[in-house]
């Protein structure tokens, strides 16, 4: 479930499902889409952006979080991207979670944002 922020920041919380996910936020323009989702990099998967239709949100940053120090080895953390509200409209990002090496995803999460 998305939640915003006071600063209009809109945060959507995804898991690792090994199959698609599709999710629908809205947001103000000049906000900021930030989707969390789970990740493991240990096993050789990563997030990675497919593409982002329209023209509404644009990437501002992704960065991975590894888990606090659990002393379990091999423990995923979060990948946490962030979108801009450029222009009113609908984008739809989509994001693979993949190996590099690999041409079908193990998991897509599909985000269709629109900006009012």
């Known amino acids: 479930m998305a939640e915003t922020n ?4 809109v945060e959507l919380r995804m898991g690792f499902t090994n199959q698609l996910t599709e999710k629908e936020v809205k947001v ?4 900021t889409v930030k989707l969390i ?5 240990t096993t050789g998967f990563k997030w990675v ?8 949100v644009k990437k501002e940053s992704s960065i991975y979080t590894a888990p606090a120090a659990t002393g379990m080895v091999g423990s995923g953390g979060v990948d946490v991207w962030n979108f801009k509200a450029e222009q009113a409209g609908t984008s739809k990002v989509i994001l693979d979670y993949k190996r590099p090496w690999e041409e079908t995803p193990a998991s897509q999460a599909v985000v ?3 900006v009012e």
């Open 6 to 9: 006071g600063d209009g920041t």
């Open 28 to 31: 103000q323009k000049g906000g």
């Open 37 to 41: 989702l789970d990740s493991n990099p």
């Open 49 to 56: 952006l497919n593409g982002v239709e329209g023209a509404a």
């Open 112 to 114: 269709t944002v629109d």
